[in-house]
């Protein structure tokens, strides 16, 4: 998109071009002063003018010609403007490619309304305070600024600015306009209690503090612009870009220098060219159906990962993290499995008894059933069930779930959520959910109801005690540790340490990639892609480490998957043993037969006669 404003069209965008025409413009200021003031009228009305024109940016791989003019890529020069009008109305995110400019953009928005608009406020946030301000450290944000004011024209200057009096260490006045810049480093507390026009969270996605920096800036600007390359989904920058906000994507694919010879594949695999300018004579492509350029098979070229590919380059926000599940295992599980609900509803109990009374029908139940249900209610399959529970505080943290399953079909059946149940509450859920299973059509029951697995650390105990006074033996107990025999102690539940979460995930995962688990709950597949590979070599959700999640959960994230996962364990100890081969029969005639027969009529001999022999 071609971005017209007042003035810009009056700067060549070629460089030997623009270099001549800034020369031009210097040597008329010299020769008639007053001109100067018609280029500050300019500058002050039509930001792409005066960064064309007069700015400079640094780049230390174009040395010896490091300083370069700032020309502006159209995408960047459409952005600036974007930013400009979010600035003090809306909240603006920006997702990017590595080395699209995004950082020297927006601090050149900061100086531009710094330096031509009064009594403005902005605050400048990194992970680090060294990356918002170090002297001779070109990625700090403030060095880019002073960057820019050590290579623009005196006279382009704010009237009476001197460095040693308005700019000190995070701080940077404008004389003339009242406006200033602040800096800070991104601490729990950053500008809370502060009031500005517009706050820059740069790498947001590699904040640690992401949610407690969202809640404390919450309120002290109408504009927060957030910055960065993806970091996986675990973290606020992901979540932000989740909303409605108003967003920038800054892929490569729109960079005139990096997408040079762009190519990706047609319909049937073949080689489909999108800038047959560019595109190199004899080049091997590589046809995967991606959009690629010669710059980016480089670039790929040069990654150790995958997921660096997918972080540095790709916008890729499941691919950047260390994601435990194969994303293209659940993506492909999603498309064959996942269906809506059959029947929404919730399950009426008694409240002393927990014995089930009737289904009732409700859109907005917290009971998702992919099953048929008869005139009467009741469950139309006699299957073996196993029923997979993860227990949380019941606080609104998080959600504690129920799920139960087919072990002759592997087929989820039942989904129940809520985060609002206490651990006692939810055994009695769960044992009307039993209760009603294994009541047949005609009235009668099944031998037992689904067998119940769930893990007894923290919440757990409460839910298993309830459960076990309301007298439901169906559960699972744990197996003989550190043994191969299969043996199973009396200890009732899963328990959850490092390793047995490793071997419960790790045997669920394979269950999903070989497509044996027929999940019919997509938000449970989604969940899947939100658990990662720890730093401790163990698996956990997301943001069971991060110290400020906005729900306050801290460890049961995650919910659907661990249900999901301890119900597959109960299938697997539940699922029907085949039956071994009856042992052949003996020929008749032959000498074992004669020898079985010998020893049959001597036993019978032998209870033929009297007592006292």
Partial sequence: MKVATPFAHHVPLDLMENLRWRADTYRRVIEDPSFAEVIREACSIDPI?????????????????????????????????????????????????RDMGASWCLVSVFEWLWHFKKHLSFLMVSRVEDYVDKRDNPKALFQKIDFIHDNLPSWLMPEGYTRSLHRAKLHMLNPETKSVIDGESTTRSVARGDRRTAILLDEFADVEQGYAVLRSTRDATKCRIFNSTPQGVGNAFHDVRETGIKKLRWHWSIHPEKNIGLYTTDDNGNLKILDHEGYPED??????????????????????????????????????????????????????????????????????????????????????????????????????????????????????????????????????????????????????????????????????????????????????????????TNIYLRDKANTISGKITDSPGWASTKETKISLMGEYRAAIEKFECVNRSKVALEECLEYVFNPAGGVSHSREDDKDDPTGAKSNHGDRVMADALAWKGMKRRRTKLKMPSKPSVPVGSLAWRMKMREKMKRKSNRELGEGW
């Fill in 49 to 97: 003018f005066y960064i064309n024109g007069f700015a400079y940016t640094y780049d230390p791989r174009c040395e010896p010609f490091a300083k370069l003019p700032f020309i502006l890529y159209p995408f960047q020069a459409e952005g600036i403007l974007d930013i400009i009008r979010a600035v003090n109305k809306e909240d603006l995110l920006i997702e990017k490619t």
């Fill in 283 to 472: 080049y091997k492509p590589i046809l995967d159906g991606d959009i690629r350029s010669p710059w980016y098979d480089h670039e790929c070229s040069r990654t150790v990962s995958l997921r660096e590919i997918a972080q540095e380059l790709n916008i890729d926000y499941l691919g950047s993290g260390h994601q435990y599940f194969n994303p293209a295992s659940i993506t492909e599980a999603i498309a064959k499995f996942t269906k809506p609900p059959i029947l929404l509803g919730d399950l009426d109990y008694d409240a002393i008894t927990a014995e089930p009374t009737d289904w009732l029908d409700d859109e907005s139940g917290r009971i998702k059933l992919w099953c048929l249900l008869d005139g009467d209610n009741k469950f139309l399959t006699d299957h073996k069930l196993v029923m997979g529970v993860d227990v949380s505080a019941g606080t609104g943290a998080s959600n504690s779930v129920i799920v139960v399953c087919d072990v002759a079909t592997n087929e989820k059946l039942l989904e129940y959520a809520s985060p609002y149940i206490r651990p006692e509450e939810l055994a009695k859920q769960a044992y009307a959910i039993c209760q009603w299973m294994q009541t047949k059509p005609d009235g009668s029951t099944m031998r037992r109801g689904p067998l119940v697995v769930w893990e007894i650390n923290g919440p757990g105990q409460q839910f298993y005690s309830r459960l076990a006074e309301l007298g439901y």
